[in-house]
Nanobody, 121 residues
């Protein structure tokens, strides 16, 4: 079992930055692909960014390319999402996820509880 706990959410003005963290416990997440999803009310959850377990290959949704950076620290068992040049449309609940496949699927077994990010114009 893997437990995931996100932190770092909050309010920020448009153009600002925020870094989300996801601490994993219960077992090492070294062999798992990791990702960040986000969801706004009334819309489906979307994959924002993902990273492979070993090579560090990354995936980004078109809407965040060039602004967001995903990274992982296998020693600290922590996943990060650095978000720069934030826009009001980035407002959402952000979820950390871990999966045996890359990129992580909606059906994956391991999810965090979510952290709210609100970007004001």
């Amino acid at each position: 079992q893997v437990q995931l706990v996100e932190s770092g959410g909050g309010s920020v003005q448009a153009g600002g930055s925020r870094r989300l963290s996801c601490a994993a416990s219960g077992r090492t997440f070294r062999g798992l692909a990791m990702g960040w999803f986000r969801q706004v009310p009334g819309k489906e959850r979307e994959l924002v960014a993902a990273i492979t377990p070993y090579s560090g290959t990354t995936y980004y949704a078109d809407s965040v390319k060039g602004r967001f950076t995903i990274s992982r620290d296998s020693v600290k068992n922590t996943l990060y999402l650095q978000m720069n040049s934030l826009k009001p449309e980035d407002t959402a609940i952000y979820y950390c996820a871990a999966d045996n496949t890359f990129p992580p699927k909606e059906s994956c077994n391991y999810w965090g509880q979510g952290t709210q990010v609100t970007v004001s114009s």
